[in-house]
């Protein structure tokens, strides 16, 4: 393991070599950066397209890019040349991740698929971030996060809550991609921990969102014979929404039976009968109560519902716009942001989520402007000169 810059955190002494772009992999090795590995990004000589599709100090340094690839080293190679091939190699060996998101035949064709990387060395942990798993025949299709939430239920889920077919507003498919490419690669490094034995490993972002969506949604097809659709009433039931107060909107969720006793007695509501009880019998219709809920929070403010569901302990928020995040009092008496100094000034990053008692990551800089770190890079390798980029 190599530790070139004092890094802590779990992964302190980690490698990465990271042919990752756009989001999905990115978000994977942005979090083994938080965690102290040393995330090495080996871009094309134009860079990673991520670096030009939103608003940043500089053209090639925007918000998105700037986030999810904080805190790693960048170097440029043109894996088309003899030249860049060979600094790939070298730094292969010095490696225990390596992570790209090629499509297989791409990364193949370069001479980079997991046979020629294990061969140069044998314990590397290799993890493909692909669109579609390579065992079914959409294997070769391009995937982006809009097509996978459509083809794995998404916008059909979003349409029997709100009548009409759209896609979620974040990039989810990626998102909870990259998380399950963390999670998998930590996994291979654990056994690699306990063996000594690398491995290759797939994360494909249409398996794992039809993983995802099917945690709740499978319900009652998963037997044989069905005993239901797939689909779980709770979440696609009509009336759930935000409720509509005297003043505004709230969150609240008045759903098992103590919250809903606790709800009854003290709000009274002219509705509240026997019938709806017990969680099971409310399950069985909870669009009505959804509806029933909806007209008797439009008697109060938000604030005063909110005093009323913190006394009794019901879980409930008001609604925020991710603006307002930055300025939450949770997240900042938590420290969760974190202010780091960049050649372009302060730039203030969303932190590290998790918590360790003796090794506790952190956001250890900026992102690395395009290929800021190849001389340093090969160097460490023993190469004195930066390969050529072509034109």
């Known amino acids: 393991m190599v530790n070139v810059d004092g890094r802590t955190g779990p992964l302190a002494g980690v490698r990465v070599v990271d042919l990752t772009a756009m989001v999905m992999g990115p978000y994977c090795t942005q979090i083994m950066a938080d965690m102290g590995a040393d995330v090495i990004k080996v871009e094309p000589p134009e860079g990673d397209n991520t670096r030009y599709i939103s608003v940043g100090p500089e053209p090639s340094m925007s918000g998105v890019f700037v986030n999810v690839n904080r805190g790693k080293r960048s170097i440029t190679l043109d894996l088309q040349s003899q030249a860049g091939k060979s600094a790939l190699r070298a730094l292969v060996e010095t490696a225990d991740v390596f992570i790209h998101s090629m499509r297989s035949k791409a990364i193949t064709q370069l001479g980079f698929g997991y046979t020629d990387v294990a061969e140069i060395n ?88 039809a993983s995802f969506m099917l945690v709740e949604h499978a319900n009652g097809a998963m037997f044989d014979p069905p005993l239901g659709p797939a689909v779980y009433p709770r979440t696609v039931a009509p009336n759930r929404r935000p409720y509509r107060t005297s003043d505004g909107y709230i969150a609240a969720l008045i759903y098992n039976d103590k919250h809903w006793a606790a709800f009854i007695d003290a709000v009274q509501p002219a509705w509240a009968t026997s019938q709806h009880a017990r969680l099971e019998q409310r399950a069985r219709d909870i669009d009505t109560i959804y509806a029933l809920l909806a007209e008797t929070l439009q008697e109060r403010t938000t604030d005063e519902w909110l005093k009323l569901f913190r006394e009794l302990d019901i879980p409930a928020a008001p609604l925020s716009t991710p603006a307002e995040l930055f300025d939450n009092p949770h997240l900042n ?19 590290v989520p998790t918590w360790f008692s003796r090794s506790p990551g952190r956001v250890t800089g900026s992102a690395p402007q395009l290929g800021a770190d190849t001389a340093e890079v090969l160097a460490e390798l023993g190469r004195a000169e930066v390969p050529p980029a072509r034109a």
Not at 166 to 187: C, E, Q
Not at 337 to 348: A, L, W, Y
């Open 122 to 209: 044998p314990a590397i942990v290799y993890t493909n971030c692909y669109g579609y798993g390579r065992r079914g025949p959409y294997r070769d299709r391009p995937a982006y996060d809009d097509t996978i939430q459509a083809e794995c239920g998404l916008p059909a889920v979003q349409e029997q809550l709100t009548g009409e077919a759209s896609y979620v507003g974040t990039i989810m498919a990626d998102k909870v991609a990259g998380l399950t490419a963390l999670y998998a690669t930590m996994m291979a490094l654990f056994h690699r921990e306990r063996t000594g034995e690398g491995q290759e490993v797939e994360v494909a972002m249409f398996e794992t969102m």
């Open 333 to 351: 008496a938590a420290g969760f942001f974190e202010t780091v100094d960049t050649p372009h000034g302060p730039v203030r990053f969303p932190g």
